[in-house]
């Protein structure tokens, strides 16, 4: 909120400080420095600048930020205390401040609190944001709350602006709001002070990363001193509709980096230039969500994000905290609450987080959510995770209803990311913190998998992602790998906030999110290449087999969740001379056998002399096997043994029927011929391998064998019977072909 005040007094320049009541040095406000554990900053002020004015008008002293908490002094009389990183403003008494020669002082307390300090980072100490004096009329604008309610189809909108005033007026509250780009005034309300003021807006301009239209609404008191002030707001819906999130109406993927409240030319009070820079540089990258670590920035930051077009999300500085203890829990409150108050107007805002990294604690979280929702009813209130117990985040999450699960993860392995988000699908999953210390080479495999990931059509997926971290940033506490003299090397920016290789490497990804390279299915080769026999070969049609096997194909799928390909399309192949039609030619699965579907019947319906069948392979389990863990299958696989029966076939005729046991290795075998970290060739002694396909020449190529059987005379085949035997494994039948007597 921008007060258009009458009268401030800047308070920046050169502070004395000292220790003890021993004078040591100046220090420039607003400015950081190394934390001394407690310290005095003092500044000497005329105030003649403020005389005159309204009888009646009040003085305050406004600080929009210290490192650590704060006691404030004017002239010797204390005003006031503030915690770390929000804005204060404490009263003035008006017989208490002078004309000439005032002196506000500041005892700063940093490392030896319980809370502010943050864990895994620089910490700063100091007066690091705008400190003024400023002059407001007797009633003046606390806040204002901006709450658009947009129609279904987005083409008008209601409004209430709520405005909290401090002090007693019996004059009316105005506003207007104006379209920020042109000046034009789209709507004005008026209402008695402490009622909200209503508007309407039809044609409303919407606020997306991708045109972020903008509103300038000011609030005025109606009276002959009044206070006016003005807020940047926008109009957007924002909604969660199953595991996706959706804005205006169109699905939004969350493409972040994580950001902190530090550079390394001005510490923790970079300028105004230097954080739009940064900002626009973000945007530049590809990104369109900005993960405002670990404790609220300065005003300006969401407010450029909002100009720009990124969303952001912000959190109160709980860090590795234990947040059972009560006085930490409550300042995490406070301030989130001011940070609230201060920002929930700006259309960049997308969440707020009640932590980062701490142990969930389902009573704070509850309470937090609470607070966060009686201020704020746009924006979505979530967490940032870094346990691996999945139970216990569904716990809290459900408990203070969360929006969605935001989760850090840092593995060189694209599984461990596949394996949090099958265990997270009631709600939208975000990986909050991601990359690190992942060198180059491991970095592009994840990079690609979350291109694929989030897709709406993946499965699992995922919502978005958010990179750690846009800059290198300066801590003593990691070793050679990390870090390097003092610096964590994990940024994409390095100390002198020059681009690494891996920055275009995330640029490319986030394009990619949004413009995913078209798959191309895998060549299909025929291992058995012959002319088509001059016999009656009649393919099956096996596109109505009855059956659901959608939770077998799901389970495939996460067997080959760590690389992505179009499903081969078999079509209507030949095979050692024997005609075949593939369901993949409709876009169906093979036929697949494994636990939760039991048995297939084919129905055939004519006299025959042989079958050929396309399959006879184990997508999981089967023989050969990996007592470990091979590229991509998991640990967990039952030892399979050769000869041990598999499944069976039974062929029923008009007069009887009969049956042929499939074993593993001897009719079955396992499809994927890349084992552990070897390539294989594994035969049977009863089929023949017929037609493969590399789906990813490092975790699988993929092969059907060719299974003939001939009967003792023609008979009236009604149907086939194919039952599983082996619960472990999955197997797959591509198609059916019988010579027709």
Not at 251 to 270: D, N, Q, W
Not at 360 to 369: D, K, M, Q, T
Not at 497 to 514: N, T
């Amino acid at each position: 909120m921008t007060t258009l005040f009458q009268s401030r007094i800047s308070l920046h320049g050169q502070w004395q400080r000292s220790i003890g009541g021993r004078v040591i040095d100046f220090v420039t406000v607003p400015g950081s420095f190394r934390p001394m554990g407690e310290c005095v900053l003092e500044y000497a002020f005329d105030a003649f600048s403020l005389e005159g004015g309204s009888d009646g008008d009040r003085f305050f002293l406004v600080t929009e930020g210290v490192l650590g908490h704060a006691e404030f002094r004017l002239n010797g009389e204390v005003l006031g205390r503030a915690l770390p990183f929000t804005t204060y403003r404490f009263p003035v008494p008006v017989t208490l401040l002078r004309s000439r020669h005032n002196v506000v002082s500041v005892r700063i307390r940093d490392i030896v609190d319980t809370f502010g300090p943050m864990p895994g980072r620089r910490y700063d100490s100091g007066l690091n944001r705008d400190i003024y004096l400023e002059r407001r009329p007797a009633a003046f604008i606390e806040s204002v709350a901006f709450r658009p309610n947009l129609a279904n189809d987005l083409a008008s909108a209601s409004c209430q602006i709520l405005v909290d005033i401090n002090g007693e007026t019996g004059a009316r509250v105005a506003a207007s709001l104006a379209e920020r780009s042109t000046g034009r005034v789209v709507a004005t309300g008026v209402a008695a002070a402490g009622d909200p003021i209503s508007i309407h807006v039809d044609g409303p301009r919407l606020w997306s990363p991708d045109r972020p239209d903008l509103y300038t609404l000011t609030v005025h008191v109606a009276d002959e001193v009044g206070d006016t002030v003005q807020e940047i707001v926008g109009f957007r819906r924002l909604e969660v509709r199953g595991q996706d999130f959706f804005l205006n109406n169109e699905r939004l993927i969350l493409k972040g980096v994580c950001r902190h409240e530090f550079t390394s030319l001005h510490g923790y009070a970079p300028s105004y230039d230097e954080v739009r820079r940064e900002m626009a540089m973000i945007k530049h990258t590809g990104f369109n969500y900005v993960r405002l670590v670990h404790s609220p920035h300065s005003p300006c930051v969401p407010r450029i994000a909002a100009e720009l077009g990124l969303f952001v999300t912000e959190e109160p500085g709980t860090c590795w905290h234990d947040l059972s203890l009560p006085d930490v829990a409550e300042q995490a409150c406070e301030a989130l609450r001011r940070t609230i108050l201060r920002d929930r107007n700006l259309p960049s805002i997308f969440a707020w987080y009640l932590y980062n990294e701490c142990e969930p604690y389902v009573p704070y979280a509850v309470e937090a959510a609470r607070r966060c929702r009686e201020l704020d009813r746009l924006n979505f209130v979530a967490t940032v995770n870094s346990t691996g117990n999945n139970e216990k985040i569904k716990e809290i999450t459900a408990a203070a209803d969360l929006a969605y699960y935001g989760i850090n993860q840092y593995s060189l392995d694209a599984r461990a990311y596949v394996d949090r988000m099958t265990h997270f699908t009631d709600r939208p999953l975000v990986f909050t913190e991601w990359g690190g210390t992942c060198q180059h080479s491991f970095l592009q495999p994840i990079v690609d998998m979350f291109v694929r990931r989030v897709q709406a059509d993946a499965m699992p997926h995922i919502a978005g992602c958010c990179f750690w971290v846009w800059a290198d940033y300066e801590e003593h506490s990691r070793g050679p790998r990390e870090a390097c003299e003092g610096w964590t090397i994990e940024g994409l920016l390095d100390q002198r906030a020059r681009p690494r290789e891996e920055w275009q490497m995330l640029s490319l990804g986030c394009f990619a999110m949004d413009h995913p390279e078209p798959l191309h299915a895998p060549d299909v080769d025929v291992l058995v290449k012959q002319p088509q026999r001059d016999q009656p070969w009649r393919p099956l049609a096996l596109e109505s087999v009855p059956g659901d096997q959608k939770e077998l194909e799901a389970a495939v799928a996460k067997l080959r969740s760590r690389f992505s390909f179009a499903n081969p399309s078999f079509g209507k192949t030949l095979v050692a001379g024997v005609p075949f039609q593939c369901r993949e030619e409709e876009g169906q699965a093979p036929i697949l056998l494994g636990q939760g579907r039991a048995e297939a019947t084919i129905a055939v319906g004519c006299s025959v002399r042989s079958v050929a069948i396309l399959g006879h392979v184990a997508l999981h389990g089967g023989y050969p096997y990996s007592t470990t863990s091979s590229v991509y299958h998991p640990d967990q696989e039952k030892a399979t043994e050769l000869g041990s029966p598999a499944s069976r076939y039974t062929f029923v005729f008009d007069d009887g029927e009969e049956e042929a046991v499939l074993l593993h290795g001897i009719h079955i075998l396992r499809a994927n011929n890349i084992c552990r970290w070897w390539k294989t060739a594994p035969r049977t002694p009863e089929t023949q391998p017929a037609v493969q396909t590399v789906l990813h020449p490092s975790y699988e190529v993929l092969r059907y064998d060719l299974w003939e059987h001939a009967f003792a005379s023609p008979r009236l085949l009604k149907e086939i019977r194919w039952t599983l035997d082996d619960p472990d494994s999955i197997q797959a039948m591509l198609a059916i072909s019988v010579l027709e007597a």
